[in-house]
């Protein structure tokens, strides 16, 4: 019997492998596992589940607000048309989480540049799990692969806990103003749906994988998502036999089986679908906004399972976590013009343009 030779290649495979998994499960700010409150205690050891890509060495240190996503293909949360030699030069920069890119979007290319674009002249926003925090801590310094960014974002938006963060550290000015609210949850299976996945239950059977978003650097998502299969579970008056939401929570989150229970490497909107299409996982929870655009994107890839209501009409059932995200203003040494930006750019997110986009993409006003 001979022993196949492990080349360079190989090896390198393996070293990445493992270094991230160790970054995955390695706590981003120094805390442990979020724990859904009233659930069993999480221990078991999920596993990352990232595509076989080339991960070529970086040029250079990367920065403490990193969006480098070593799961996407393609990544699309960096948009901006960057002019001029300073910030100073460059009109508006936003940071925000992505539940609500598509409904941005549409918003920026159809409303605010061709109403404020003359104005705005160069800008940039990120659609990711919010970085506002790292990066106004850290000299304004955002990193993507070898791209780096300087500039102070004039407007954060983010769920409620990464406003009370921004306020506790006096990087903000004026109230938060609330901006949306979604429809809860769905589940994100295989097209056609082929292990027959019909509720938060069928979640915990043997043989089905899950994939969430990384506890660690997406700890709302996560909390939201889990808490919601915990919390549907538990209000669930008919349960199968034999079951309880704490079974069902132990049976996915607590599972010693490999690969039961799987997470994204850094920003679930993009993690969580490639690892049903293509990955392990036979089902995701995510954000109903998220996974009917999804569907829409590869509509021979995923079907859309309701928790609550229909596809067409979720109506989340008692348990199913509804998001409101919040917008506020960052305080900082803006010039005139980009305070102007940002007064424009808060009144356009608040206009009757922007409650049709929203209600088009399957997200509500709070």
């Given amino acids: 019997m001979t022993t196949k030779k492990r080349t360079p290649h190989d090896k390198w495979k393996a070293f990445l492998s493992g270094a991230l998994l160790a970054a995955a499960t390695t706590c981003a700010y120094g805390k442990g596992m979020p724990q859904v409150p009233g659930a069993p205690a999480i221990h078991g050891r999920p596993v990352v ?80 799990p919010p970085v506002a925090f790292p990066q106004l801590m850290h000299h304004n310094d955002l990193s993507f692969g070898n791209f780096y960014l300087h500039c102070r974002p004039s407007v954060a938006i983010a769920a409620p806990r990464l ?120 089902a995701a929870v995510i954000m109903y906004q998220l996974g009917k655009y999804t569907k829409a994107s590869f509509p021979h890839l ?17 348990g199913n976590e509804a998001d409101t995200t919040y917008l506020v203003r960052v305080k900082g040494p803006f010039t005139a013009r980009q305070r102007t930006a940002q007064r424009d750019f808060i009144k356009t997110l608040m206009s009757p343009a922007f409650t049709r986009i929203l209600k088009r993409d399957g997200l509500n006003r709070p």
């Avoid at 607000?65 to 030699?85: C, S, V, Y």
């Avoid at 506790?168 to 295989?190: D, F, Y």
């Avoid at 089905?208 to 709302?220: I, K, L």
């Avoid at 995923?302 to 008692?318: E, I, K, S």
Wanted: charged share 20%.
């Fill in 302 to 318: 995923f079907t859309l399972v309701p928790l609550g209501g229909t596809v067409a009409d979720p109506r989340p059932l008692p």
């Fill in 163 to 282: 406003i009370r963060k921004l306020q506790a550290h006096g990087l903000t000015e004026g109230k938060p103003i609330a901006l949306m609210k979604s429809r809860g949850n769905v589940l994100l299976v295989k097209y056609g749906n082929p292990m027959h996945i019909h509720s938060v239950w069928d979640l915990g059977r043997p043989g089905v994988h899950v994939v969430t978003p990384n506890p660690y650097n997406e700890p709302g998502a996560f909390l939201n998502y889990a808490g919601s299969i915990y919390e549907i579970a538990k209000h669930d008056p008919h349960p199968p036999k034999g079951w309880t939401a704490n079974r069902l929570f132990n049976a996915i989150f607590n599972s010693r089986v490999r690969n039961k229970w799987l997470i994204g490497a850094r920003i679930h909107h993009r993690d969580e679908p490639w690892s049903v299409a293509y990955g392990k996982a036979d």
């Fill in 49 to 128: 589940d990232t595509p076989k890509m080339l991960m070529w060495p970086r040029n250079a240190k990367p920065a403490p607000a990193d969006l480098t996503d070593p799961t996407a293909d393609l990544l699309f949360d960096l948009h901006g048309n960057i002019q001029g030699r300073a910030c100073r030069d460059v009109g508006l920069v936003v940071s925000t989480e992505g539940n609500y890119h598509m409904a941005l979007n549409t918003l920026w290319r159809t409303v605010i540049l061709p109403r404020y674009g003359a104005t705005i002249g160069s800008w940039y926003y990120t659609t990711s």
